[in-house]
């Protein structure tokens, strides 16, 4: 149980182009879901927690208008990363927190590379 | 701002034999303890949590928290080359929604 998924597993755009990444909890409800992103050999950062129905939650330094969350249903959240450039280029996983407790469960990840 | 503190490592241990990965948090109302191992290039996946003073079993897998001392640890015993990954310590601080991750220990297990 607790499984996690995340589509597309890797993808290669174009400096200028918004791409979308999804994040399903397969077999729970998630109310919330989070979003991280890690660079080579660097730690996990947390860009911003996702609730179902609401508006997300950014860290500080992430910019909310590049970095576009929606949590829709209590399986689905996505992000989009607008106008992406070779900075963003990075792996980016989400999480899942089934209702009731603090457990998070990763997905396995989406690898951007911005040309 | 809460930190959770992780020796970065390699922690370089022959196979066989027991792995000890130390981390400490600061914020003294914490209240969930997660472990998380993550493999290169791959994303973490739990390995235990714990809650309560004391150690949890679970397989070669103990994990030990003390929160007078505010230090969470866990070990792994029988460590093999397939646990070579970096191990990742993650804390629930009273308040917060979400998990205050440390940078991770790398643990290198050589046959």
């Known amino acids: 149980g607790a499984v996690v998924s995340q589509h597309p597993s890797w993808v290669i755009c174009k400096s200028g182009t918004s791409v979308k990444i999804e994040c399903r909890s397969l077999?729970?409800?998630?109310?919330?879901m989070f979003w991280y992103r890690q660079f080579p050999k660097q730690s996990l950062m947390l860009m911003a927690t996702?609730?179902?129905?609401?508006?997300?939650?950014?860290e500080q330094g992430v910019e909310k208008d590049k970095f576009l969350i929606n949590h829709a249903s209590l399986t689905l959240s996505t992000l989009t990363v607008t106008s992406a450039h070779p900075e963003d280029s990075s792996f980016y996983i989400c999480?899942?927190?089934?209702?009731?407790?603090?457990?998070?469960?990763f997905g396995p990840g989406t690898r951007l590379t911005v040309l | 701002q809460k930190e959770v503190e992780q020796n970065s490592g390699p922690l370089s241990v022959p196979e066989g034999a027991i792995a000890s990965l130390n981390c400490t948090y600061s914020?003294?109302?914490?209240?969930?303890f997660f472990w998380y191992r993550q493999y290169s290039g791959k994303s973490p996946e739990l390995i235990m949590f714990?809650?309560?003073?004391g150690d949890k079993e679970d397989g070669r897998f103990t994990a030990q928290l003390n929160k007078a001392s505010q230090y969470v640890s866990l070990l792994i015993r029988d460590s093999q080359p397939s646990d070579s990954a970096t191990y990742l310590c993650?804390?629930?601080?009273?308040?917060?929604?979400?998990?205050?991750f440390g940078a991770g220990t790398r643990l290198a297990v050589h046959p």
């Open positions: 999480s899942a927190r089934p209702q009731d407790t603090d457990t998070q469960y």
């Open positions: 077999d729970f409800q998630a109310t919330t």
């Open positions: 996702s609730n179902e129905g609401s508006k997300a939650t950014y």
């Open positions: 914020d003294r109302g914490s209240q969930s």
């Open positions: 714990i809650y309560s003073n």
């Open positions: 993650a804390v629930r601080s009273g308040g917060y929604n979400k998990l205050i």
